[in-house]
């Protein structure tokens, strides 16, 4: 029987030096929790701390680069999918779990786990958690489902002891039918001191970007795939001097590559497809990698795993087993995927 594994560590093979630079070739190392839980949500603090959470409530965060792993379960929440979680030094962390009304709820740790305070439930009968992000320990922001025609947004600045919703005419409309991805928790992403974007599926394919917390908002509709329920863009990543890249595509369809990755090398003012033909299928989170040695974008979806060394122009397909999400703090990168 193929042993289940809950979470894959990146590891680079890297080229002998000559005077062309060759790309590293790079692989996952797989290690095997021995959970049942899908796991769509990572958070990586350091090279050696890093929090995991999924199904049936379910938790785990590792101290020493993924030797040692502890697992658990938050009480009373064993039927709840934790899509998302953020977290800081010190054995701070944040849990969303999604699900319609109430089980959309955000939980919060500051001894490792040991102990959990639930912090907000979904008061709103249609409202449906997507992720969050944060600019530090202390303020962060949750996208969800939209409601009543606009983007739904709670905002915290006190550590979530309070969240509150943005509210105003000055908060986007949406398209009948359009919506976020809770795929990997990387539909919303903190970026600078105050910047925050919001990407979207459906009808259309869209970013959402505001400079200042969700006070003012430029919006882009980009060429990815898009037209279905099931399509759209999944994750938008942030990488230095101005670049930016999304994936997605269709979840129903992974292994199509068309209008799976866009690009952007000023901030996400303008945006280009990769061209075709895209190695890339489905992919549900990117991640900025920014070692120094071999600074590169990771994608990771239910298709395979892809990185590219050109600021998203183009990739290089280097796995082909199913992963949800990846995560890097410097040259250590994760990823987490379906059945454990």
Known sequence: MKKRTALAILSASLPIATCAPQPPSLSWEAVDLRLESSFRGLSAVDSLTAWLSGTQGVFAFTQDGGVAWVTGT?????????????????????LMSAGGGPLSRLYKTTDWGETWALQHTNPLENGFFNGMTFWDRNNGMVVGDPVDGSLFLLATNDGGENWQRLEGEHIPRVFEGEYGFAASGTNIAAFGESGLAVVSGGPVARVFISPDRGESWRVTEVPMASGNASSGIFSIGFGVDGAVVLVGGDYQDPERTLGTVAFSANGGVDWALVPEPSPVGFRSCVAWNDDSRWPMWVAVGTSGSSFSMDGGGSWVNFDDGPFNVVAFSGPMGWAAGPDG
């Open 74 to 94: 938050v009480p009373g929440a064993d039927s709840l999918d934790f899509r998302d979680v953020e977290s800081f030094s010190g054995g701070v962390a944040y």
